[in-house]
């Protein structure tokens, strides 16, 4: 059940239709904590608002956009937290909706819900203001597997994503682990980090996911934007799965930029390649044997480019995992 059925909380279209009409608008929450939605068009400000009791006003810390105020309404003492920030004003209503989530079904003290969520929040505008473009297509070729995982397995997908995490493969499924690699090249060339990075973990075999992007131009695309409102669309009714989503792209780096409008398209169906005796790669072992294991031990960096082209098969969303159910249609890029 989504956030505006179970606690009164409105879709984020209903709020950007509630600012062209230039005037205040208030929306009472089903919340056993006396929790006001509030919006200021003229502020281009949105505000979480409830009965502050003997609580005590929470802290925002380091962030510089979130304020936190107590005020008097009706001769009663309330606390507000939001935002003046038309910029941000889409991130500002998934925070506070998950404040709402989260005190009303988790059983924890508003306090406790919104020290959480802000933790949440500051971990990601710490982040630098926009990924650079390799860092940026890289996420979204993950971003595509993610998805295409998803339709297989629904919310259980987000916690296949371990590549944000700094493990040693993008994902991990129940019977195999899966590296991304993404490129604007018109050849299957991709940058392999490290003589780790290819090498399976343990007796899991290992594929690459090799992911071609093109300008989208005027044709169908996408944005890294947005990709990522995408997937918030999709897990709006989960909200432990969209947090998972949220705290997981914020440590891959992304942080929604307006100015960040580069839409791409595939410029060819992915290819699945296993990592076996017939794959491209390095590895320590194939090092050492050419300068020698002590020397092998001074060489801190290794980056080298390998030509995938006609390798592998085109990858359909079957191979990804064995499931009979498939929980969404449609292509990320469409």
Not at 94 to 104: C, D, M, P, Q, T
Not at 153 to 169: F, N, R, Y
Not at 314 to 329: A, Q
Request: hydrophobic share 40%; charged share 25%; glycine share 8%.
């Amino acid at each position: 059940m989504a956030l505006t059925e179970r606690y009164g909380v409105p879709n984020f279209e209903e709020i950007e239709g509630a600012l062209t009409f230039h005037a205040p608008r208030r929306w009472g929450l089903r919340s056993s904590n006396g929790l006001t939605l509030a919006l200021d068009p003229a502020a281009s400000a949105l505000w979480l608002i409830w009965p502050a009791g003997e609580g005590l006003l929470p802290s925002v810390g380091t962030t510089t956009v979130l304020e936190a105020a107590a005020l008097d309404i009706g001769g009663e003492r309330h606390f507000r937290l939001g935002a003046r920030s038309p910029t941000l004003l889409r991130e500002v209503f998934y925070f506070l909706s998950g404040i709402v989530h989260r005190a009303e079904s988790t059983g924890e003290s508003l306090i406790d819900a919104i020290q959480d969520e802000l933790a949440a929040w500051e971990a990601l505008l710490s982040q630098p203001p926009m990924l650079d473009r390799n860092l940026r297509t890289g996420l979204l070729g993950e971003l595509w597997v993610l998805w295409s995982v998803f339709r297989d397995l629904g919310v259980d997908a987000i916690e296949s994503w371990t590549g944000p995490l700094s493990e040693q493969h993008d994902f991990r499924l129940a019977e195999e682990d899966l590296e991304v690699k993404t490129t604007l090249s018109t050849s299957r060339e991709h940058t392999i980090s490290g003589v780790g990075q290819l090498v399976a973990d343990g007796c899991r075999p290992l594929s690459v996911i090799s992911v071609q992007l093109k300008p989208a131009g005027n044709g169908p695309g996408v944005s890294l934007n947005e990709a990522v409102e995408k997937f918030r669309v999709r897990l709006a009714g989960d909200h432990s799965a969209l947090a998972n989503f949220n705290r997981k792209i914020a440590s891959a780096g992304y942080r929604h930029v307006e100015s960040d409008r580069e839409r791409y398209c595939l410029r060819s169906r992915p290819q699945k390649i296993p990592v076996d005796e017939l794959f491209p790669r390095l590895t320590a072992e194939d090092l050492s044997s050419i300068v020698g294991a002590d020397r092998m031990q001074r060489i801190c960096k290794v980056i080298y480019t390998v030509n995938l082209d006609g390798l592998g098969l085109p990858l359909e969303v079957s191979r990804l995992h064995d499931s009979s159910e498939t929980h969404e249609d449609g292509e990320l890029y469409d």
